[in-house]
T-cell receptor, first 113, second 113 residues
């Protein structure tokens, strides 16, 4: 089955700096890669996703890049703000392998004012 | 719309007891799933369903049963609770298969003593 590894597990940045979180996946057939944000005590919520026919996608201060050859994808947050502090999860989906969404272990991002 | 609802919010069980975690959605979503969240291990898929009457195992199905008699409801049953099942449980639903935005419920915090 699919295996998704996420790094780093914790990330501390100064307000205004950029943050980058990286994920690798094992199944080359995976074709959908979402990112979820989970604030403390809350449910995970989708912030951005990318499909395998696209190399990069942006939405205001967040962007995701995908390298299918290397089987890795990354989340980029620019001009970080204290409200960006949360746990971020990457995930990979392969609809040819049981319709399962596999999550990475999560990254706790702390933005210091 | 209420979205995805889960009950109870908190539960304490003794080892060997059984119980059912309830999950319901009012968005007419076909795909529903159950995850458990443990510190540092992300979200791990327990069971999922691609439609009424169809269920399948995820990554960590042992000790859990599910059923999907209606589109709206997807209960998770713990057969004989064990301390290793202490976790936060999230139910999620999406419009199509797993490659759509997952809408998560608020979670159930379960402690097994």
């Amino acid at each position: 089955g699919e295996n998704v590894e996420q790094h780093p597990s914790t990330l501390s940045v100064q307000e205004g700096d950029s943050a980058v979180i990286k994920c690798t996946y094992s199944d080359s057939a995976s074709n959908y890669f979402p990112w979820y944000k989970q604030e403390l005590g809350k449910r995970p919520q989708l912030i951005i996703d990318i499909r395998s026919n696209v190399g990069e996608k942006k939405d205001q201060r967040i962007a995701v890049t995908l390298n299918k050859t290397a089987k890795h994808f990354s989340l980029h947050i620019t001009e970080t703000q204290p409200e960006d502090s949360a746990v971020y999860f990457c995930a990979a989906f392969d609809n040819n392998a049981g319709n399962m969404l596999t999550f990475g272990g999560g990254t706790r991002l702390m933005v210091k004012p | 719309n209420a979205g995805v609802t889960q009950t109870p919010k908190f539960q304490v069980l003794k080892t060997g007891q059984s119980m059912t975690l309830q999950c319901a959605q009012d968005m007419n979503h076909e795909y529903m799933s159950w995850y458990r969240q443990d510190p540092g291990m992300g979200l791990r898929l327990i069971h999922y369903s691609v439609g009424a009457g169809i269920t399948d195992q995820g990554e960590v199905p042992n000790g859990y049963n599910v059923s999907r008699s209606t589109t709206e409801d997807f209960p998770l049953r713990l057969l004989s609770a064990a301390p290793s099942q202490t976790s936060v449980y999230f139910c999620a639903s999406s419009v199509g298969q797993g490659f759509d935005e997952q809408y998560f419920g608020p979670g159930t915090r379960l402690t097994v003593t």
